[in-house]
């Protein structure tokens, strides 16, 4: 059975509930693709059997579950902490996310049409510093996001951020979702897209010359064309709010501004879909007037293959033109080396990008962005990531000519 990069092959028999590897059009941070990789097991610095023995039965419970009712769920908790090396106003954030996710597989588990129900609720907050990781980049001066993803949910912290119905047509060759979405789990994906797994730099995730809204209400189709071959398109709310699911589903409908996409990608296979991927996205968005966005499109390209199971070059580019980009341009590449016995990884990518006129502020320089990190796999459930960046030339702090940032994150998984 192939899963996810970068935790590598493993047998039916090494997952501890039992949890397939389902052919579907995601990247590795959508939730059917996170299940799964939680899941394995074998290959760590530290077996910790003891610990391993006394949740045999909480995983017992979970293949029965799973089993039983097609109900698979998970839970993880992930904090990042980032120091930089100087700043013209904060220079140090520390934030954590708790998120409960699962896949109830409701319809059609013998025919492989599955209709399938997925949910995730997470909170996001900071952690005893007056800035949240995903705020870090702009306190000093770096026109970018330094922990992608790592806010801080106002009100009461927890958000709302899948809810929806996937249906599978043609033994999966189609596939159609409908919900409360998160259009990153699958518009623009590739093998180190997770920034709870690799990259927590934005330019090495979605690309930054994509305006994809917050999660909110949306629709999308995927279809193998061949074997080979696959497109995707759909449109989601651009005004999405996972804090304020119901708001969302008032705006989808009333204000009728979307984010449209369509992608067409070139894969080695449906079971390596985002291991072995060549593709281009095209986007539009709608203006948005309450905020003062205005409309704007762009065009992305992304390769990256899985070399032997083990090394994962990459290269990936994008253009923009207004929308809500916080990019106008951007190139990436890199290289990902998994370490097969240890289940470690190490990663490093560099990028230029030069920040888009309208979204963060006109006649800014170009800039630069190179992030390694290595992952320790210390158990099944617990992985460590040191990390380090350096921001050359950062767009809104001319006075400096380079910034280091120091990271570290810490994931636990069950």
Known sequence: METAFPLAMANADESRSGYEHNESFGGPSSTESQLEED???GGTVFR???LEEKLAPYYGFKKRLHDDYGLSFGADYTVVLQKASHSPGTDEATGGIFRAFGTWEAIGRESGNTGTLTFKVENRHGLGTQTAPQDLGFGIGYAGITAAGFSDYRKDGWGLTNLFWQQRFAEGRFSAVLGLVDVTDYVDIYGMISPWLHFTNLAFSTSPTIAAPNQGIGVAIGAKVTDRIYLIAGAADANGDPVDPVGSVDTFFDDSEYFKHLEIGYTSGQDRFYLD????TIWHADERTDVGVPDGWGISMSYAWFV???WMPFVRAGYAKDGGALYEGSVSGGLGYYIANRRDLLGIGLNWSRPSDTAVAPELDDQYTVEMFYRIQLSQSLAITPDIQL??????NPDDDSIFIAGVRVRLAL
């Not at 991927?277 to 281009?280: A, D």
């Not at 921001?391 to 809104?396: F, G, Q, S, W, Y």
């Open 48 to 50: 910790f059997e003891w």
């Open 308 to 310: 032997d199971d083990r």
């Open 277 to 280: 991927n060549l593709h281009l």
């Open 391 to 396: 921001i050359v030339d950062p767009a809104l």
């Open 39 to 41: 899941d394995q097991s």
